[in-house]
């Protein structure tokens, strides 16, 4: 009698537990989707479930990531959370304490400030309160769920928290709340592993290129099958990636025992493929980096390399721009 064995090697993220905070839509769902693909236990949480709309008025919820991560071969579970709710996010962190003993892997992606932006609006004429808004949907929504999740990254070997942004330098993001907000979080990454660091966690920040989210298809009248017509309206489109991507970027970085590597930095997705050599579900490998140099020039970068300090070189003494990451460029 002959045994037939399963010879199927084990998914690179079987038996991990990854919370995306933020899942629901996006750059935050396509990461969910990419790490279910790795063979991922997904805590998804954001504030749209079905019945209950997003407050941005989008059709995105929760469980369809949820569903969708499994579909991809992980294991998807819908946890609704307002991020801004401290009791939430504290219900979160006993629930995956009492069902998994911790969590390896936190992606901070939470944003909401669709309608808060002001972009393009001069300093004098900003709408503050949104402003006000934006930062605690956008930041302080962050740092709550760091807050509460670090035991969580501690209780289990290799903790690693991901930052999402955008932009992996110092160029101006269109915006003054929008600017802040996203170099906020780059700082707190780096911020993250000056705390954690010593307690075996690895922080870090990423970006992804021109994302073609749910939301830009439709701005551009397009679909994600005839998503080349959107060069049509803005040819920078053409350099765009699917949130796969930035979700591969994220998969691959959970993956590799040597992550620390990364510690403390920012990150992009092209520059990840570049090492990783993922690509997005086309087949294609975007580079919003090459293709934003071709187009604009080189953004501003750090002022000097040799101002960068990791969190391995022990205490320093924070003075801008010195303290802040350097690119991310690889």
Known sequence: MTTEHNTQPPLPLSGKVAWVAGATRGAGRGIAVALGEAGATVICTGRSVRGQPSPSARPETLDETA??????????????????????????????????????????????GERLQDLGVPIDALNLQNGRRLFDTAVWTHLITLRYAAPLLTARPGGLVIEITDGDHFGYRCGVFYDLAKMAVIRLAFITQRELGPRGVTALALTPGFLRSEEMLENFGVTEANWRDGARVDPNFIASETPRFVGRAVAALAADPDVKRYAGRVWSSWGLSRVYGFTDVDGARPDWGAHFERAFGAPSPVADDRAYESWEHGPMEIAFPDGFPKIGHT
Do not use: M
């Open 67 to 112: 569903e969708l991560v499994t579909a991809a071969g992980g294991r998807g579970l819908a946890w609704p959370c307002d991020h801004l709710d401290e009791a939430q996010v504290a219900a979160v962190c006993a629930r995956a304490q009492a069902e998994f003993g911790g969590v390896d892997l936190l992606v901070n992606d939470i944003w909401g």
